[in-house]
């Protein structure tokens, strides 16, 4: 559907996505491209408007465990982050995975530095900008690290836990789940605020690109479900973010959903006004529904 007008109190229809319930086998692929239920090591699905098919690619020799997030760039070159702490990449022209940057021996730390020099933690969701080339990736909830051309920055926050606002190297998160880039990565045009779900803190972040600000964008570590503007808002745990341009009032519009009482919240970054847009109870089996993440297409749904 297409965004709502300014002012509009109708309330748009969403529908929910099946999550799966189990992590796909790792057992080893076949040579058949219709096996059943592929490896999530070495089978990806690769969509278009026109076609989807599989490509099977070969796994680096000293590791076989994928550890939860996927991100492609606009030439679709993928990138995996490792359950060994790293970050592998696969570019177009190859059916080959290779370590793009951090230790493959599962050496952990937080060291900046090139390929294999430089240490990750606990590589987390990534979002890929490809009008400056940088994947963002959270490190273990309490840094946003980018790599660009094969090297560790960074860009956001400490080894401690927290809620502190202030320069981007100075600020505290606390088990971060999720960021969204706005403008999105996919548009080419270079990030100028990247939005953060804080889970431990109940909080949606905003970091400044340009000015290298961190703020609270909504909610406090004080759990809750009320709606208002910035800190007066209460969230619960929130798992996920995203974001879009409203073209009818040209408003960056932040989408939330809480790991506690599953709703999805609306924010306008303008206003600071958090809303609730949809309710648990729509679904005919509330308690069950446990969202993990979310994601909003070109209609924004």
Same mark, same amino acid.
């Given at each position: 559907?297409?965004?709502?007008?300014?002012?509009?109190?109708?309330?748009?229809?969403?529908?929910?996505?099946?999550?799966?319930? *189990?992590?796909?086998?790792?057992?080893?692929?076949?040579?058949?491209?219709?096996?059943?239920?592929?490896?999530?090591?070495?089978?990806?699905?690769?969509?278009? =408007?026109?076609?989807?098919?599989?490509?099977? #690619?070969?796994?680096?020799?000293?590791?076989?465990? =994928?550890?939860?997030?996927?991100?492609?760039?606009?030439?679709?070159?993928? @990138?995996?982050?490792?359950?060994?702490?790293?970050?592998?990449?696969?570019? +177009?022209?190859? +059916?080959?995975?290779?370590?793009?940057? /951090?230790?493959?021996? /599962?050496?952990?730390?937080?060291?900046?530095?090139?390929?294999?020099?430089?240490?990750?933690?606990?590589?987390?969701?990534?979002?890929?900008?490809?009008?400056?080339?940088?994947?963002?990736?959270?490190?273990?909830?309490?840094? %946003?690290?980018?790599?660009?051309?094969? +090297?560790?920055?960074?860009?956001?926050?400490?080894? +401690?836990?927290?809620?502190?606002?202030?320069?981007?190297?100075?600020?505290?998160?606390?088990?971060?789940?999720?960021?969204?880039? @706005?403008?999105?990565?996919?548009?080419?045009?270079?990030?100028?605020?990247?939005?953060?779900?804080?889970?431990?803190?109940?909080?949606?972040?905003?970091?400044?690109?340009?000015?290298?600000?961190?703020?609270?964008?909504?909610?406090?570590?004080?759990? /809750?479900?009320?709606?208002?503007?910035?800190? %007066? *808002?209460?969230?619960?745990?929130?798992?996920?973010?995203?974001?879009?341009?409203?073209?009818?009032?040209?408003? %960056? %519009?932040?989408?939330?959903?809480?790991?506690?009482?599953?709703?999805?919240?609306?924010?306008?970054?303008?206003?600071?006004?958090?809303?609730?847009?949809? #309710?648990? /109870?729509?679904?005919?089996?509330?308690?069950? #529904?446990?969202?993990?993440?979310?994601?909003?297409?070109? =209609?924004?749904?």
């Amino acid at each position: 559907h297409a965004p709502l007008a300014k002012g509009s109190s109708a309330s748009p229809t969403y529908a929910p996505i099946a999550l799966p319930t *189990a992590m796909p086998s790792t057992a080893s692929p076949t040579s058949s491209p219709t096996t059943a239920v592929p490896s999530i090591d070495s089978n990806v699905m690769k969509r278009s =408007f026109s076609e989807i098919t599989t490509r099977t #690619w070969t796994p680096p020799p000293y590791s076989n465990s =994928f550890s939860g997030d996927i991100e492609v760039d606009a030439d679709e070159n993928v @990138y995996l982050t490792m359950a060994d702490s790293y970050i592998a990449s696969r570019e +177009t022209t190859s +059916t080959h995975i290779q370590p793009l940057a /951090g230790s493959n021996s /599962g050496s952990q730390g937080y060291v900046d530095g090139g390929g294999i020099a430089c240490r990750f933690d606990t590589p987390g969701q990534m979002r890929y900008d490809n009008a400056t080339g940088r994947l963002y990736v959270l490190d273990k909830g309490r840094m %946003i690290r980018y790599v660009k051309a094969g +090297t560790c920055y960074t860009f956001a926050g400490r080894q +401690t836990t927290g809620l502190l606002d202030g320069p981007r190297l100075s600020a505290r998160f606390h088990n971060a789940k999720s960021l969204s880039l @706005y403008p999105p990565g996919q548009t080419k045009k270079s990030t100028e605020l990247i939005f953060v779900a804080d889970q431990s803190n109940n909080c949606i972040r905003m970091c400044n690109v340009t000015t290298g600000i961190v703020t609270t964008l909504a909610g406090s570590r004080t759990s /809750g479900l009320v709606d208002g503007e910035g800190r %007066i *808002a209460r969230l619960s745990a929130p798992l996920a973010v995203v974001n879009y341009e409203d073209s009818n009032s040209n408003d %960056i %519009i932040v989408f939330t959903i809480g790991g506690n009482n599953k709703v999805v919240r609306r924010i306008n970054v303008a206003t600071t006004e958090v809303t609730t847009l949809a #309710w648990k /109870g729509a679904f005919s089996q509330p308690d069950a #529904w446990s969202p993990l993440s979310m994601t909003i297409d070109r =209609f924004y749904n």
